[in-house]
């Protein structure tokens, strides 16, 4: 079974920077695609980027395109989202979540596995 761990979220002011991290345990087999998704109060989950594990392959959503970024470490299983230039439309709870079949999907219903989710607040 997959589990990820999603770490460090946080609060920031408007322009600064947030780096999470997602650790997966429980891979079977070589190559998975890993999503961050991120879901506002009162507002539907969106997906935020999506890397392909050991392998070329990104995708991200354009609201954050060019402001965030989701390097990896294979070795780790652990993959990251880097925030920067933060506003405060970015303020929701972050999650990230693993699929086996997807090809560079931001659709979360296509995402099986899922982590508990990190709180990031973006103040002005």
């Known amino acids: 079974q997959v589990q990820l761990v999603e770490s460090g979220g946080g609060s920031v002011q408007a322009g600064g920077s947030l780096r999470l991290s997602c650790a997966a345990s429980?891979?079977?087999?070589?190559?998975?695609?890993v999503a961050w998704f991120r879901q506002a109060p009162g507002k539907e989950r969106e997906g935020v980027a999506t890397i392909r594990t050991g392998g070329a392959g990104t995708l991200y959503a354009d609201s954050v395109r060019g402001r965030f970024f989701i390097p990896q470490e294979y070795a780790k299983n652990t993959v990251y989202l880097q925030m920067n230039t933060l506003i405060p439309e970015d303020t929701a709870m972050y999650y990230c979540a693993a699929a086996r079949t997807v090809i560079g999907s931001l659709r979360a219903y296509e995402y099986p596995y899922w982590g508990q989710g990190t709180q990031v607040t973006v103040s002005s």
């Open positions: 429980g891979y079977t087999g070589s190559s998975y695609w």
